[in-house]
């Protein structure tokens, strides 16, 4: 059974551009949230998929948009990046409970 | 609003010792409340998590604590180890409908050989 996994790993980009992050769920779970962690804080929700719907948003933008597909992958989109958007991104995926298992991030710096 | 208060920030215990890291919720629709470890460089991993309808849950050196009606939760590390020194993570959320993760602030534990 694979874990979650996420890519990039790491990504620069400048203030103004787009960004796409991907994260591929643990085999079978159908849910997946994604969560910003600025550093030294703790994770921040952004917005969760079951079945390829949105299922809940956080306090986050438009400019923050994402999509789950059919083998329940996932993509964090962010449009009109800002010096703020730097942090570790975090995907989570989970089946029926509420046991969210983390993949390991993918740290975007702005400039 | 923060919705999860976690105390203390930082924390250090000589092996061998006792940790103990509080969080404290004000949401009362919270009903799942898990604590996560995390490694610098890593993703937040599932330690241990509890229910409201239990007061304790233990597993292995960690254990959770629970109080319903002071709205409060702790997590107990017995025995600490040099390689439990990490970033501690309280959250809690809703079974229900949107199950999104309220994290605390976190707590960074040294545990001292």
């Known amino acids: 059974e694979t874990g979650v996994t996420q890519s990039p790993t790491h990504l620069i980009k400048t203030r103004g551009q787009q960004v796409t992050l991907r994260c591929s769920s643990q085999s079978g779970h159908n849910t997946v949230s994604w969560y910003q962690q600025a550093l030294g804080q703790g994770p921040q929700f952004i917005f969760q998929?079951?079945?390829?719907?949105?299922?809940g948003r956080g306090n986050f933008p438009p400019r923050f948009s994402g999509l789950q597909f059919p083998n329940y992958s996932s993509e964090l989109n962010v449009n009109a990046l800002e010096l703020d958007d730097s942090a570790l991104y975090l995907c989570?995926?989970?089946?029926?409970?509420?046991?969210?298992?983390f993949g390991p991030g993918t740290r975007l710096t702005v400039t | 609003q923060q919705q999860v208060k976690q105390s203390p920030q930082s924390l250090i215990v000589q092996k061998g010792g006792i940790s103990i890291i509080n969080c404290a919720y004000e949401n009362t629709a919270f009903d799942y409340f898990p604590w996560y470890q995390q490694f610098p460089g890593k993703g937040p991993a599932l330690l241990i998590a509890?229910?409201?309808?239990?007061s304790e849950k233990k597993e292995g050196r960690f254990t959770i604590s629970f109080n319903k009606s002071a709205k409060q939760f702790s997590l107990h590390i017995m025995d600490s180890q040099p390689g439990d020194s990490a970033t501690y993570f309280c959250?809690?959320?809703?079974?229900?409908?949107?199950?999104?993760?309220?994290f605390g602030s976190g707590t960074r534990l040294q545990v001292q050989p």
């Open positions: 989570a995926s989970s089946l029926v409970s509420n046991e969210q298992y």
């Open positions: 509890i229910r409201p309808d239990v």
């Open positions: 998929y079951y079945r390829e719907e949105e299922n």
């Open positions: 959250a809690a959320s809703r079974e229900t409908g949107r199950r999104a993760l309220t």
